[in-house]
């Protein structure tokens, strides 16, 4: 288990950018895939990246060019990356982990969380 603290949230202009981090305590952090997940009020928390300890990386469609996701094994750390933001990426970002060969879009399936960090996109 590890336990995860987000930060780098904020508010920015549309086309904006900000670099959100992901500070984990714990052990063996290199073994575990990494993913960042959003929540908006009233709905359901989607995936939006991840990556695997391999660094193997997945994207939503939503952001797919527009983020980047990386990890520092060093520090313990995960990172996301935003550019280009539009106002529909306003919500919390939450960290996660799991220790999972392949990860999953599907947030329920893993185990330690963030309390997340919010995001505020204006137009």
């Known amino acids: 288990q590890v336990q995860l603290v987000e930060s780098g949230g904020g508010l920015v202009q549309a086309g904006g950018s900000l670099r959100l981090s992901c500070a984990a305590s714990?052990?063996?952090?290199?073994?575990?895939?990494l993913g960042w997940f959003r929540q908006a009020p009233g709905k359901e928390r989607e995936f939006v990246a991840a990556?695997?300890?391999?660094?193997?990386?997945y994207y939503s469609d939503s952001v797919k060019g527009r983020f980047t996701i990386s990890r520092d094994n060093a520090k313990n750390t995960v990172a996301l990356q935003m550019n280009s933001l539009k106002p529909e990426d306003t919500a919390r970002y939450y960290c996660?982990?799991?220790?999972?060969?392949?990860?999953?879009?599907?947030?329920?399936?893993?185990?330690?969380w963030g309390q997340g960090t919010q995001v505020t996109v204006s137009s």
């Open positions: 996660a982990a799991d220790r999972i060969p392949y990860p999953t879009s599907v947030w329920r399936a893993w185990t330690d």
């Open positions: 714990g052990r063996a952090f290199s073994t575990y895939a």
């Open positions: 990556i695997r300890s391999d660094d193997g990386t």
